[in-house]
């Protein structure tokens, strides 16, 4: 049996658990066994619904007053047991913040080794698996020697597609928690910002340092705004404190995903370019037509973005009426 | 308050990073190397910590000889001692982890203190296992939270009470509250580390640099080989070479929906 994690917040099903989902049900069709799946903190039914849709047969549900709110230790706690009690083959979570965490939790409680992080994985004696090394612009093949394989999935490896949707059974998990675990929990909450964020944005606005000081920004702001989309910068941008260090696009910052990466005054140094390849399309606004995120990009403008980024946003509001 | 820091020598992050011909490792020939970014910063929020409430920090690596140069530059930014356990930055996680929380013991145990809080990168540059930090911590019984962008400790930041730690989110933070002694996994964005100054520049030239020789049973895990993802090829069409090109520009941005 592989076990997917699903990752959640306070009951809603993170997009990282349909990734899971996706990369998992090919997964398992390939070790020729069953796809059942690990809902820690919740026993919802609509998400154990969910998980079925993506051809999970079962749904261990795990309900504790100390899973309140996500915690790494007592998340890492429940997986290790039910890894000892359910016996499955492997363990397969989505490579997001939460995903690596838990199963690294996990893991030191097994004294088990995990592969982060993986783009490929092939199951055997021992287990292949191809991974992101440098945060994506290095592959390394590697081997696992495990007795269960612990496993997370590169965020955006695949898409989260459904697919042999079954009616999911829930099964009851008892986990021995006890107050320890609540060392961990999360206390409190700060929202900085309602609405649109930069992981979830169908558009980004990138700059770099072509965009020429922190001013310079105001016309990536309007733009994004009129787009309903978010600002994002590179590393060199944050290094000069021209950004906020949470509006970092690359290997260090965000991974964006959007329908459209419109970078301006960005060259795409490779540190940049993996936290922005999962964009589905990329324009480049850039004076040289050689720089490596014009060679990429599905769309260039070889210009000065102070001239170009006005005109797009008189064109915007031309057409928006 | 007594803080360790654990960081890794490596590459400098934008290189185009080429692997050697049978695959076994990076081509360092034409490298520059640097400490991993997220760690940086913890070197950064350690020294600042000291800086508010006194103590001292300790950074520590496993790597060659060369990863002296990493310890140097921590002492120039502040940091007061440097550990090296010769090893090397590919030995798998479950190793890794296993020699750098035998490190911690002896140190503790010769300063007869433990470290207030310890601090490692979310993940190295690198290899990025995103483990190494949570197997250390859970091999000293030490509570651990990783992507921490923001550290407050209650107190001096000595003996027992708490650290308070921020986590972000998608739009906004997760706050945890600790008991000391702690471990968090820290990311890039906790501070803007600082550059060295020329005493600082000095008195990293005099840092004495310990060396602790331990070593650890492999782990399960294995490299085979390393090699390059296939290049993205586009055919970037070229949608103009002034303000005119807005024109295509918006029919794009119509034609996928985001207008």
């Not at chain 1, 107050?179 to 900085?192: G, I, L, M």
């Not at chain 1, 949470?246 to 964006?256: A, H, L």
């Not at chain 2, 998608?170 to 008991?179: A, K, N, Q, S, W």
């Not at chain 2, 490299?223 to 807005?246: K, M, W, Y």
């Amino acid at each position: 049996m592989l076990l997917v994690v699903l990752e959640h917040d306070r009951g809603a099903l993170a997009e990282a658990a349909r990734e899971a989902l996706a990369f998992g049900r090919s997964l398992a069709e390939k070790m020729d066994e069953d796809l059942q799946a690990a809902l820690i903190g919740s026993d919802d039914g609509a998400l154990v619904a969910e998980a079925g849709d993506y051809g999970a047969e079962v749904v261990h549900t795990c309900v504790h007053e100390v899973l309140s709110d996500y915690g790494p230790d007592a998340h890492g706690a429940v997986l290790a047991q039910m890894v000892a009690e359910l016996e499955p083959s492997a363990v397969l979570a989505c490579g997001s913040d939460r995903g690596n965490e838990v199963m690294a939790q996990a893991a030191a409680r097994l004294d088990a080794p995990f592969a982060a992080n993986c783009v490929d994985v092939t199951p055997g004696s021992p287990w292949t698996m191809t991974r992101v090394q440098w945060g994506g612009s290095l592959l390394e093949d590697s081997s696992l020697e495990a007795e269960v394989a612990l496993l997370t999935c590169g965020l955006h490896a695949v898409a989260a597609q459904p697919g042999d949707s079954v009616d999911a059974d829930t099964e009851a998990f008892e986990a021995d928690l006890d107050e320890s675990h609540r060392v961990t929990v999360v206390k409190d909450r700060t929202v900085q910002e309602a609405g649109v964020t930069l992981p979830t944005a169908p558009v980004v606005c990138g700059g770099g340092r072509g965009v020429g000081s922190a001013e310079g920004f105001a016309q990536l702001e309007e733009l994004a705004e009129l787009l309903g989309g978010r600002v994002g910068c590179s590393r060199a941008v944050t290094n000069l404190g021209w950004r906020p260090h949470s509006d970092q696009v690359g290997q260090t910052g965000t991974r964006i995903a959007p329908e459209i990466y419109i970078a301006s005054g960005i060259s795409g140094a490779i540190q940049h370019w993996v936290g922005a390849m999962a964009s589905k399309h990329i324009l480049a606004i850039n004076t040289d037509r050689e720089a490596n995120m014009v060679v990429k990009a599905d769309w260039a403008v070889i210009a000065d973005l102070h001239e170009v980024i006005p005109a797009i946003i008189a064109e915007v509001r031309n057409r928006k009426g | 308050m007594r803080i360790l820091c654990c960081v890794k020598r490596v590459p400098a992050p934008g290189a185009k990073i080429n692997v050697t011909a049978d695959g076994s490792d990076v081509d360092a020939a034409h490298l520059g190397f640097t400490t991993s970014p997220h760690e940086e910063c913890g070197v950064e929020g350690a020294v600042q910590l000291r800086e508010q409430h006194g103590g001292e920090v300790t950074v520590l690596t496993v790597g060659p000889p060369e990863a002296a140069e990493q310890l140097r530059y921590a002492a120039s930014v502040g940091a007061d001692h440097g550990v090296l356990i010769p090893g090397d930055g590919a030995w798998d996680p479950q190793r890794t982890a296993a020699v750098i929380g035998e490190a911690i013991d002896v140190l503790e145990s010769e300063a007869k203190e433990l470290f207030d809080l310890i601090l490692f990168g979310n993940e190295s540059a690198d290899s990025g296992g995103f483990q190494v930090g949570v197997r250390v911590a859970h091999s000293l019984r030490r509570p651990i939270v990783n992507g921490i962008k923001g550290i407050e400790v209650s107190g001096d930041g000595s003996g027992t009470g708490t650290v308070t730690a921020r986590r972000a989110i998608d739009g906004g933070f997760e706050v945890y509250e600790l008991p000391r002694p702690c471990v968090l996994g820290v990311k890039e964005g906790l501070n803007l580390p600082r550059y060295p100054t020329m005493k600082g520049r000095l008195r990293s030239k005099k840092l004495e640099i310990r060396s602790l020789d331990i070593d650890a049973a492999q782990g399960g895990q294995r490299r085979i080989r390393l090699h390059r993802p296939p290049e993205q090829v586009s055919e970037t069409v070229i949608l103009g070479d002034g303000p005119d090109a807005a024109v295509a520009v918006v029919d794009v941005l119509e034609e996928l929906g985001v207008l």
